[in-house]
């Protein structure tokens, strides 16, 4: 199976930051790596697709990039909505894995 | 508008089976697979299988053969994952999801298990 590595754990940020988020494949997956966001109680919202791609309705501070083995989740000007923990999965290989998450907090 | 309507939260016992449902809705049920992804308490997510209900062929992720079945009714636009001879380590949310331009595009609601005596 492939494996998603996502790093850090936990980031710890204030509004208005900017930051990047990790995910690191096992092998190379070329662009199939998607991005989900979940709030508190909430199911999964998909991010980005195929690494790069935007998804409508999506606010244009998500953007993804990356490709291969490593890819980042970039966060422009982190606002109060989005402190909530962001996944990573692949669908190279049809036995989809995810990423074990990255939370995004107040600091 | 796409929309997964996914069946009520249960409470079941240890040793028994529960089956739940996804009604799918605002596309056509047989383009696209359906996907289902367990969530255990403070956990991430982790796929179980996928279904294709257009030629009712399945895939799971080997943790979970012999514990989930999945099928799909095209006649009402639903998907179903039955999952038998339950544990604590069931006690889960399930959530079902659609793939359209990416492979978990749309996601239900979740239902809670809660395995219990």
């Known amino acids: 199976n492939i494996v998603l590595t996502q790093s850090p754990a936990t980031l710890s940020v204030t509004p208005g930051e900017s930051v990047s988020l990790s995910c690191r494949a096992s092998q190379s997956i070329s662009t199939s790596i998607h991005w989900y966001q979940q709030k508190s109680n909430e199911s999964p919202r998909l991010l980005i697709k195929?690494?790069?791609q935007s998804i409508s309705g999506i606010p244009s501070r998500f953007s993804g990039s990356g490709s291969g083995t490593d890819f980042t989740l970039s966060i422009n000007r982190v606002e109060s909505e989005d402190f909530s923990i962001y996944y990573c999965q692949q669908s190279y290989s049809s036995l989809y894995t995810f990423g074990a998450g990255t939370k995004l907090e107040l600091k | 508008e796409v929309k997964l309507q996914q069946s009520g939260d249960e409470l079941v016992r240890p040793g028994a089976s529960v089956k739940m449902s996804c009604k799918a809705s605002?596309?056509?049920?047989?383009?696209?697979?359906m996907h289902w992804v367990k969530q255990s308490p403070g956990q991430g997510l982790e796929w179980i299988g996928t279904?294709?209900?257009?030629?009712?062929?399945?895939s799971y992720n080997q943790k979970f053969k012999g514990k989930a079945t999945l099928t799909a009714d095209k006649s009402s636009n639903t998907a179903y994952m039955e999952l038998s001879r339950l544990t604590s380590e069931d006690s889960a949310v399930y959530y079902c999801?659609?793939?359209?331009?990416?492979?978990?595009?749309?996601w239900g609601q979740g239902t809670l298990v809660t395995v219990s005596s």
């Open positions: 195929y690494a790069s």
């Open positions: 999801a659609s793939t359209k331009s990416a492979p978990f595009a749309y």
């Open positions: 279904i294709i209900p257009l030629i009712d062929t399945t």
């Open positions: 605002g596309y056509t049920f047989t383009d696209y697979a």
